[in-house]
C-alpha cells in the first residue's frame, strides 16, 4: 500500500511569507505526526495529531500550527517565515491504535526561505 | 534530550555484518526500542523495533540485553546502499490515539565501504 505522501517536495519561499505544507498518512492510519530536520538541531518534534484532535507539541512558536481533517490528512502551517525556518519538513503517520504501534515517515518537503 | 547514546560513525565492509551499538541505560520498563535510518535527503525509514526479545525481520536483527539497557542492530551483508544515519530511540508506545513523539540523537553514520 501507498507510503505516507508529502506535498509538495521543494518550494522556496521569501522572508514573510507564510507556508503551507500537506501530507497524506498511509491508508488506514489515523495518528499524524510533524517534525522538523535542520543541520543545526537535527530532528526535533513540531506536533501529533489524531482524529482532528492535537495530541502533543513540541517547542516552537506559534508561528507553526497544523491541523488534522477527518480523512486523516494533515497540514502544517509556518506564517513569517524566517531565514532559520528553512529546513526538511516531515510527516509520520501510525495507526495510533495499539501499544508498539509504528511510526511510518514520507520523504518529506524541503522549504528553503530567502 | 535523546534517551540513547550511539557511537557517531563506524565503517563496515561491502557484504560483512554491521554491528550498530546502542547504549539506553535509562529504558523503562514500557519503552520500546526503535530503529531507523535516514539516507541522505530522504524521509527516516523504519527498520525494526523491540520490548523485551530480539527480533529479527528481512531488513535486520535486533539484539537486546536481558537487563535493556543496550541493544544492537545487525545488517547481516551489508551493502553500498546501507550506507546512512542510522538512528536508535526509546520510545513509549501509548497507543489510545498517540503515537507519542520520537527524539532522535545524532545517531551513527554507517558507511559501508567496497
Known amino acids: 500500500k501507498a507510503g505516507v505522501t508529502q506535498t509538495p517536495r521543494y518550494l522556496i519561499k521569501t522572508r514573510g511569507q507564510q507556508v503551507t505544507l500537506s501530507c497524506s498518512p498511509i491508508?488506514?492510519?489515523?495518528?499524524v505526526s510533524w517534525y522538523q530536520q535542520t543541520p543545526g538541531q537535527g530532528l526535533q518534534f513540531l506536533f501529533e495529531?489524531?482524529?482532528?484532535?492535537?495530541?502533543n507539541k513540541g517547542n516552537f512558536p506559534g508561528r507553526f500550527s497544523g491541523r488534522q481533517f477527518s480523512n486523516s490528512r494533515s497540514e502544517m502551517n509556518v506564517s513569517t517565515l524566517e531565514l532559520g525556518d528553512s529546513a526538511l519538513y516531515l510527516c509520520?503517520?501510525?495507526?495510533?491504535?495499539?501499544?508498539?504501534?509504528?511510526?511510518?515517515f514520507g520523504e518529506g518537503s524541503w522549504l528553503t526561505v530567502v | 534530550d535523546a534517551k540513547t547514546t550511539q557511537p557517531t560513525s563506524m565503517d563496515c565492509a561491502e557484504g560483512r555484518a554491521a554491528n550498530l551499538p546502542c547504549n539506553h541505560s535509562?529504558?523503562?520498563?514500557?519503552?520500546?526500542v526503535y530503529w531507523y535510518r535516514q539516507i541522505h535527503s530522504q524521509g527516516p525509514q523504519y527498520i525494526i523495533h523491540?520490548?523485551?526479545n530480539n527480533e529479527t525481520n528481512e531488513m535486520a536483527s535486533l539484539i537486546i540485553t536481558e537487563d535493556r539497557k543496550s541493544s544492537t542492530l545487525i545488517l547481516p551483508h551489508a551493502t553500498l546502499r546501507d550506507t546512512a544515519v542510522y538512528y536508535c530511540?526509546?520510545?513509549?508506545?501509548?497507543?489510545?490515539?498517540?503515537?507519542?513523539?520520537?527524539?532522535f540523537g545524532k545517531g551513527t553514520k554507517l558507511s559501508v565501504k567496497p
Open positions: 509520520a503517520s501510525s495507526s495510533g491504535q495499539d501499544s508498539g504501534n509504528t511510526i511510518y
Open positions: 491508508s488506514g492510519h489515523r495518528s
Open positions: 495529531y489524531f482524529s482532528e484532535t492535537q495530541r
Open positions: 535509562t529504558i523503562s520498563g514500557n519503552e520500546y
Open positions: 523491540g520490548l523485551k
Open positions: 530511540i526509546v520510545r513509549v508506545a501509548l497507543g489510545g490515539g498517540s503515537q507519542g513523539n520520537l527524539i
